[in-house]
């Protein structure tokens, strides 16, 4: 079965820290697609990444930074020197072979001043 | 951004009576989904289209209907509305060579209250 499991609920932290977002999926697929969205307090969803399974190559874009695993199953999202608008809910989230895309729970990011 | 639009953005009602909902594109992207949002879940597929008059049922698909005359255009219905369909409501569309593998773009979301 194809799943998205994101553990940690909620994460706390103070502001210029650094913290990772865990992300660990199942699928039997050989050509997959992992994402991840930022849903702010003001409800939209934001693409921040997408990722395909042949592709390994960690990716940076300023402070952001995701690191894909296939050996662990893992796509774990680093934010670097955290900001209050970082403060937001972040789904992962992997397209199946049917072309639908699973949702992790979402993990809510508290960043405080 | 992508030009989503979503109609009503909020919306109270009684259970029995009939809904709809509506998304929006000025991209002209070929495929349109319909998502919920329930509190402790990711998004749950409702039901999508990839083209005029062409859809296909999602994992929670029960109880919802959808059309798609337009393009730029796809409703959600619920025939009767009950109080297990209180939700937030998500339209996406995907980019616009077509393939079912595009990221998906979401719209602003519908808040809908069934008392």
């Known amino acids: 079965a194809q799943k998205v499991t994101q553990a940690q609920t909620e994460i706390s932290v103070v502001e210029k820290e650094d913290v990772t977002l865990d992300c660990v999926y199942e699928?039997?697929?050989?050509?997959?697609?992992l994402f991840w969205y930022k849903q702010p307090p003001s409800g939209e969803l934001v693409f921040l990444i997408r990722r395909n399974s042949f592709d390994e190559q960690n990716e940076i874009s300023g402070r952001y930074s995701w690191n894909f695993q296939k050996s662990t199953s893992s796509f774990n999202f680093t934010i670097t020197a955290s900001q209050v608008v970082d403060s937001a809910v972040y789904f992962c989230a992997l397209m199946d072979s049917n072309y639908q895309l699973i949702w992790g729970a979402g993990t809510k990011l508290i960043i405080k001043p | 951004d992508a030009g989503i639009t979503q109609s009503p953005r909020h919306k109270v009602t009684e259970t029995g009576t009939p809904v709809t909902l509506r998304c929006h594109q000025t991209?002209?992207?070929?495929?349109m989904y319909w998502y919920r949002q329930d509190p402790g879940h990711g998004l749950r597929l409702i039901h999508y289209?990839?083209?005029?008059?062409?859809?296909d049922k999602g994992e929670v698909s029960d109880g919802y209907s959808v059309s798609r005359s337009k393009t730029e255009d796809f409703l959600l219905t619920l025939e009767s509305a009950t109080s297990s369909q209180t939700s937030v409501y998500f339209c996406a569309i995907s980019e616009s060579d077509g393939s079912k593998t595009d990221t998906q773009y979401f719209g602003p979301g519908t808040r809908l209250t069934v008392l």
């Open positions: 991209e002209n992207h070929r495929y």
């Open positions: 289209s990839y083209g005029v008059k062409d859809t």
């Open positions: 699928t039997r697929d050989t050509t997959y697609y």
